[in-house]
């Protein structure tokens, strides 16, 4: 079983950053795929952005080129979301996720494990 546990959301006004970390624990990361998703209210989850489990590849979410990066500490267990530029937009619930699978991770997005969640809003 692997928990992951997200932090660093908040309020912040457009154009301001925040960075998200998502703190794994029960297994090593280094084997896992990770994505960051998100929900804004009435909406479905979504991909934001995924990496692998060597950082050798990453995809974003159009929606996102340019404003967000994905990393990730495989010796310290944990994967950051560093968004910069932030829109009204970007407003949502942002989840961190972990799969053996990068492909699966970006394709379809169905996750072996997820975190709970922690609120972006981004105010105008």
């Known amino acids: 079983q692997v928990q992951l546990v997200e932090s660093g959301g908040g309020l912040v006004q457009a154009g301001g950053s925040l960075r998200l970390s998502c703190a794994a624990s029960?297994?090593?990361?280094?084997?896992?795929?990770m994505g960051w998703f998100r929900r804004a209210p009435g909406t479905e989850r979504d991909i934001v952005t995924a990496?692998?489990?060597?950082?050798?590849?990453?995809y974003y979410a159009d929606s996102v080129k340019g404003r967000f990066t994905i990393s990730r500490d495989n010796a310290k267990n944990t994967v950051y979301l560093q968004m910069n530029s932030l829109k009204p937009e970007d407003t949502a619930v942002y989840y961190c996720?972990?799969?053996?699978?990068?492909?699966?991770?970006?394709?379809?997005?169905?996750?072996?494990?997820w975190g709970q969640g922690t609120q972006v809003t981004v105010s105008s």
């Open positions: 990496i692998s489990w060597s950082s050798g590849s990453a």
């Open positions: 996720a972990a799969d053996p699978s990068y492909q699966s991770t970006v394709v379809s997005g169905s996750m072996r494990y």
């Open positions: 029960g297994r090593t990361l280094s084997s896992f795929a």
